[in-house]
């Protein structure tokens, strides 16, 4: 039974306007880099940095990391040529704003359409308004259906604490519905969860249990604003030694011949169901992924 995962424990964002943190891109321990296009850059400053983000995609040395370029959106000046150059500069994935219905993920997919983007280009979606967190099931369908280009979803939620007026609180009880709406959305169509950005770059305590919460609710790894806090979300993100050596003795016990053909088995004193294997084959794919990203 084999699994192939891409780790996604640690995304960080990097502005797109500012050349050296691009090249320090190059070297840091980030599963993930997003070389960001929209919030971080300035309106005078967008069309340089879409330039240099391009350029520095089709210059490549990001080694086993993988390379997102977030645009702009659509509605703005910039939205049609950001989409364009990044589908010629072919990053890993091209991550699309505010996404709050089906029909956004669909224009991007016909705009791709008529640009020859290769189709290992995925497409990452921002989950960051309240129509988002009511659409989420059905926007992942869409995504997946139509082309099967979108891959994951990043929650915004700095964004939606921004529409909703949600406050954020230490367990971020404000927030669970949503968090947890967006996973069960993603899951049921094979996409990836990316968790919202922590902005207290000097609370890592803090920092470390949010990213323990996110994980805890199934997502896959947390989008990040400092490299401070890659460290951290990349140990919370991957599976512990003992988890993983757990999972191995199920995988094994089910591997014997005189389990192979059963749905239940008891191991450790306890009873283990052929479900308990599938979990338990996802963990060791993820910690062999880390495992041969690290080398």
Request: aromatic share 4%; charged share 25%; with cysteine.
């Amino acid at each position: 039974m084999t699994t192939t995962i891409r780790p996604r424990r640690s995304v960080l964002y990097m502005p797109g306007s500012n050349a050296r943190a691009i090249d320090k891109a190059r070297s840091l321990e980030a599963d993930a880099v997003i070389l960001d296009l929209e919030d971080s850059v300035a309106p005078d400053s967008k069309e340089a940095a879409r330039r240099q983000v391009t350029e520095a995609v089709r210059a490549g040395g990001f080694g086993r990391r993988e390379v997102v370029i977030r645009v702009n959106g659509p509605e703005t000046p910039w939205g049609k040529d950001d989409l364009h150059a990044a589908a010629e500069a072919a990053p890993d994935a091209i991550l699309l704003p505010k996404v709050s219905v089906p029909d956004h993920v669909a224009a991007a997919e016909l705009a791709l359409s008529t640009t020859r983007i290769p189709d290992r280009v995925r497409l990452w979606a921002m989950i960051e308004t309240p129509l988002a967190i009511f659409n989420a099931l059905a926007i992942a369908a869409a995504g997946r259906h139509v082309t099967g280009r979108l891959s994951c979803f990043v929650l915004g939620t700095n964004d939606l604490a921004k529409e909703t007026r949600a406050r954020f609180v230490p367990g971020r009880w404000t927030m669970l519905p949503w968090l947890t709406t967006v996973v069960a959305a993603a899951r049921a169509h094979g996409i990836d969860v990316l968790d919202g950005v922590f902005n207290d770059l000097g609370d890592e305590a803090a920092f470390r249990a949010e990213c323990e919460q996110g994980r805890d609710l199934g997502m896959d790894g947390k989008t990040l604003i400092h490299p401070s806090q890659i460290g951290p979300a990349n140990a919370v993100f991957a599976p512990a030694p003992a988890e993983v050596e757990a999972a191995r003795r199920v995988i094994a016990a089910f591997d014997l011949p005189e389990n192979r053909d059963r749905g239940v088995i008891s191991l450790d004193g306890r009873m283990v169901e052929r479900l308990h294997a599938d979990m338990a084959a996802r963990t060791v794919a993820l910690a062999d992924a880390i495992g041969g990203s690290a080398e």
